[in-house]
Nanobody, 126 residues
């Protein structure tokens, strides 16, 4: 069982930046690919970014590519999402997720992830 706790959300003006953190329990953090997803009111959960176990490989949704950066610090059991040049359409509840398959690759599909955090709210004002 893996527990994930997100932090760093809040209210920011358009054009500003925020950094989200997701801290995982246990000693097997480096065995899991990690992802970030978001969900806005009235919309389905949407892929944002994902990162491989070593951190060497990352993927991004087209909507955030060039603005967001996903990274991880395995020594701290933490994955980060640096969000720059934020837009009102980035407003959503953000979730981190862990992929339990030790051979799995970072994925855009929510069904590939086995553990989810409780989420943190990000609100971008215009």
């Amino acid at each position: 069982q893996v527990q994930l706790v997100e932090s760093g959300g809040g209210l920011v003006q358009a054009g500003g930046s925020l950094r989200l953190s997701c801290e995982a329990s246990g000693r097997a953090f480096s065995s899991y690919a990690m992802g970030w997803f978001r969900q806005a009111p009235g919309k389905e959960r949407e892929f944002v970014a994902a990162i491989s176990r070593s951190g060497a490989y990352t993927i991004y949704a087209d909507s955030v590519k060039g603005r967001f950066i996903i990274s991880r610090d395995n020594a701290k059991n933490t994955v980060y999402l640096q969000m720059n040049i934020l837009k009102p359409e980035d407003t959503a509840f953000y979730y981190c997720a862990a992929e339990a398959d030790p051979f799995g690759m970072p994925s855009m599909q929510p069904k590939q992830y086995n553990y989810w955090g409780q989420g943190t709210q990000v609100t971008v004002s215009s």
